[in-house]
């Protein structure tokens, strides 16, 4: 049987990060050794792909190598936050929600939190959705709690440009947001005031209703693409590497997979991933709402 261990010690790292990532789907070609070395790479992108299926295989020290990504700020940021995302740890939208203060990352941290499925996440996007830069990004995370449509009132219609426009009228941004919906801070803080006593905040959600395994095959079948390669990875790291939806494959495709992930739903586990998250490390430094430091392991 070949192994995957040459190209991971391959110079390139292109190479590596291929060998890492498909160390999910041969788990028998790759051993847990070299995906815990790979956790401290400094290539971004290895140590990218290596959190990635350090979470799919439960290899020790994933979550630690996470959290140190996070708290560095620097390139890779938006992987690790969202490895913390997807767990739904509160200790874990803590940490994002304060990641929230830090410009540089502000926008992968937004994109971050609507994974978490947390009330209290939602509570920090809405306020997210004041800053103009933020504010569509931010929307999209809160609709992925919540279930609201950014549309109608709770939507501002863009600009378009026209070839009359004033040479110093700011234009629309660009980019990957562009084609999102501009929110309504104000009308979506009314109805986010009614409807934020139904959101339990022990309970995680999922646009709208209560985090399940039936829920997340729901929106991996009919959410946005956006937000369909997180959420293959979520369901890939649930089942230990048994479910891997290639997201961005052909629909048939990806529909076979889904069938068969629906059909072993049972595997999919629920709640956060105690085995890999490294709770004493994060929760002892997290402070609680009166301002004393929670001990490991103890309430939140």
Sequence with gaps: TLSLEPLVASEDPARQAAG????????????ADAIA?????????????????????RVRGAGLAC???????????????????????EQCVAMLVSALRHEDVRGPAAFALGFT????????????????????VAAEAFSAITGLSI??????????????QDDDEEDEPYGPEADLPKPNPDAIARWW?????????AQRYLRGAPWSPDALLRELADGPARRREALALDLAIRTRGQHQIAWDAFAARQAEELSAARAGAGSIAGGSYPDVLPASSMAARLPNAAGRTRRAGGPA
Excluded: H, Q
């Design 20 to 31: 890492l990532r498909l160390g999910r789907v041969y788990p028998e070609k790759l051993n």
């Design 37 to 57: 070395s790979a956790l401290t790479s400094d290539d971004a992108e290895v140590r990218s792909a290596a959190l990635e299926t350090a979470f799919v295989r």
């Design 67 to 89: 959290e140190k990504v996070l708290a560095a700020r620097g390139t890779g940021f938006g992987t690790a936050a969202l490895l913390l995302a997807l767990s739904g740890e």
């Design 117 to 136: 499925g947390r009330a209290a996440a939602a509570d920090a996007l809405l306020a997210a959705m004041l800053d103009a830069k933020l504010a569509t």
């Design 151 to 164: 549309e109608k009132d709770f939507a501002i219609p863009r600009k378009r440009w026209t070839p009359d």
């Design 193 to 201: 005031k009614e409807a934020r006593p139904k959101f339990d905040v």
